[in-house]
């Protein structure tokens, strides 16, 4: 996995990106719960502080008044934690969001296990799960910074409500500079062969999926790696085509067993394909630790996920 | 306020009552115990202060209204369709399948209809919003938020509260209407402290009015542009009396949502219909 020497976070890049659409359209405004020096949103306040608002700590009044902007005719980027942006937020985004048709941008910092520092109350292990239950909500979960300015670009000429996944402190870039991403469509990131596809998406997830590509690669078997960052509307034609031509399915979800990405593409498989098929996502509440003890105790680490492949190829 | 304006007021806060009962009635039931406490404060507004424009409903230059008590929707509605928004005789359609009139506000179906509102308290931080892009835009227009007692119990009215003061949203103003009564019950038996709503926003830091939520003299004082200090958010306290004007429901207690028959019907029209001929002799 290259990382590239003087590289950026991926929080300075999804800012840099707001600011870029900030300078080409007046109506983007960001807000923040008292987390712009977490987030990285203080970068763009720096340079456009009447277009920053720090609301404080109140996740709930903050996406209420995104959706007043938005029915004012501006475009909000609100960010929190994901935890708090989802969980704690949700009828707002519900209600005065999604359900009254408005255009607003949700950033959830560090989803899933990226809250290992934390624990169990900051890991949104649901998010996805609750954000993809609300009709229309678009969701990406970005794994490489290379994803966000094509992917914030789309989301200028689509208005709606969208969910970012931001894993916000990495420097890693899983792919080549300039590769490139449309959102709604999954990324191949590895096709070995056609023994198996391993389906995953986020930073965490994907660089355990590509670790695990390349271990099985080793023992010779040779497998497909999509990934999914745009976790919804679904790019249902790459799980079927996935199932059409390889011989095994895994996904890897840095979120719950439940409701996550796995569930999508089941939601997608059920009824259509004997494909062997098995997900692994997150079981029980979360717990602090570093990232690498995390992902052993949920079975989400390259080797769990190799031998998952293995276990359904009978190899 | 000229007396011909406060007569002119006080007809169509009671044309308010009597098309949001019979859309109510027409649907079967409805909360008119906290339509009927708004009617003066509703008539006020889009009778005289607000700038509004029935053939271009959603202009970004015009005063905005959100109804965060967003189950008295058909009070609202009753006063958008006598300002000339849609036929009044569609009112009657109320929830019934397809409609574009659910009685919780919903700005994607309604014209007229500024903000989708039904979860309490939501609607205090999306007004807040559209107070700010106003500011932002630089459009010289306020944005009116209804809230209702019972719905002070939400924290999120707090947090706009804040926010509000923080961001000095001038050209927001908050009406809370004051009607001491809740779905269980008084307000003084679940979280009585809303009572003192006023004290409570002054402690926030806004600007505070209390008025009879029943003249529309005192309402439309209160309503001017000049009252209070600049730079400082107004919330305006409607004292007011769940149910008010029809004998059945005024100042009764477990008024908050009301089945309506055929014969309660005509009882209410008459008794609304004996003001409203009373006042348009005296003009």
Same mark, same amino acid.
């Not at chain 1, 059920?270 to 098995?278: C, I, S, Y």
């Given at each position: 996995m290259p990382i590239i020497d003087g590289a950026l976070e991926m929080r300075q890049v999804f800012y840099q990106s707001v600011g870029r659409l900030a300078a080409q359209d007046e109506r983007v405004v960001v807000l923040d719960a008292d987390l712009s020096s977490s987030s990285g949103a203080n970068a763009f306040a720096a340079n456009y502080p009447d277009r920053f608002f720090n609301c404080g700590i109140q996740e709930a009044n903050m996406v209420g008044v995104a959706a007043g902007l938005s029915a004012g005719g501006f475009i909000p980027f609100v960010h929190s934690f994901a935890a708090f942006i989802s969980r704690r937020a949700l009828d707002q985004v519900f209600v005065s969001c999604a359900y009254a048709g408005l255009d607003v941008r949700l950033v959830g910092s560090d989803p899933g296990l990226a809250g290992h520092?934390?624990?169990?109350?900051?890991?949104?292990?649901?998010? #996805?799960?609750?954000?993809?239950?609300?009709?229309? #909500? #678009?969701?990406?979960?970005?794994?490489?910074?290379?994803m966000i300015d094509p992917v914030l670009d789309a989301s200028m000429r689509q208005p709606g409500v969208y969910y970012f996944r931001l894993f916000r402190k990495t420097r890693e870039n899983l792919y080549p500079q300039g590769t490139e991403f449309e959102l709604g469509t999954a990324y191949i990131a590895k096709d070995y062969g056609n023994d198996a596809t391993i389906i995953s998406a986020g930073f965490i997830g994907m660089r355990e999926a590509l670790k695990a590509a390349d271990l099985l690669r080793r023992d010779g078997v040779a497998v497909r790696v999509l990934d999914m960052f745009t976790i919804a509307p679904l790019d249902a034609g790459a799980v079927l085509a996935a199932a059409a031509q390889t011989r095994a399915i895994v996904t890897l979800d840095n979120h719950s067993i439940t409701g996550g990405l796995g569930s999508a593409v089941a939601e997608i498989l059920?009824?259509?394909?004997?494909?062997?098929?098995?997900r692994l996502g997150a079981t029980g509440?979360?717990? #602090?630790?570093?990232?690498?003890?995390?992902?052993?105790k949920f079975g989400l680490n390259a080797a769990a996920v190799a031998a998952t492949v293995r276990g359904l190829l009978g190899v | 306020m000229d007396s011909a304006l406060e007569q002119e007021l006080q007809i169509f806060a009671e044309?308010?009552?009597l098309a949001s009962l019979r859309a109510v009635a027409a649907a079967g039931g409805g909360h008119l115990g906290g339509i009927f406490s708004m009617a003066e404060a509703l008539a006020v507004l889009y009778g005289d202060v607000m700038r509004v424009n029935p053939r271009n409903p959603a202009a970004p230059e015009r005063d905005k209204l959100v109804l965060s008590?967003?189950?008295?929707?058909p009070g609202l509605f009753a006063a958008l369709a006598l300002k000339g928004f849609f036929p009044l005789e569609d009112l009657l359609t109320l929830n019934q399948n397809g409609t574009l009139f659910p009685s919780h506000c919903d700005r994607q179906k309604t014209p007229g209809v500024d903000m989708t509102t039904g979860s309490l308290g939501q609607g205090a931080s999306s007004a807040a919003g559209i107070a700010l892009a106003d500011q932002l835009a630089r459009r010289a227009y306020r944005t009116f938020l209804i809230l209702g007692d019972g719905e002070l119990d939400e924290g999120q009215v707090w947090e706009m509260a804040l926010f509000a003061r923080q961001r000095k949203l001038r050209n927001l103003v908050a009406l809370v209407d004051l009607n001491g009564q809740q779905l269980d019950g008084d307000t003084r038996d679940i979280c009585a402290g809303v009572a003192n709503a006023g004290a409570m926003f002054a402690s926030f830091g806004w600007n505070m009015l209390a008025v009879d939520g029943h003249s529309v @003299?005192?309402?439309?004082?209160?309503?001017?542009?000049?009252?209070?200090?600049?730079?400082?958010?107004?919330?305006?306290?409607?004292?007011?009396?769940?149910? @008010?004007?029809?004998?059945?429901?005024?100042?009764?207690?477990?008024?908050?949502h009301s089945v309506v028959d055929e014969a309660q019907l005509r009882e209410a029209e008459a008794e609304i219909t004996r003001r409203i001929a009373s006042l348009q002799a005296a003009v």
């Open positions: 520092a934390n624990g169990g109350t900051h890991m949104a292990l649901e998010d #996805v799960a609750l954000m993809r239950s609300i009709p229309g #909500v #678009v969701i990406v979960d970005f794994s490489d910074p290379g059920a009824g259509r394909t004997a494909t062997p098929f098995r509440f979360g717990e #602090v630790g570093t990232l690498d003890y995390v992902l052993e | 044309n308010i009552r008590k967003g189950h008295c929707g @003299r005192e309402i439309h004082a209160a309503l001017q542009p000049a009252a209070g200090v600049p730079m400082q958010p107004t919330a305006i306290i409607l004292k007011t009396i769940k149910g @008010r004007g029809w004998s059945r429901l005024e100042g009764k207690p477990k008024v908050h």
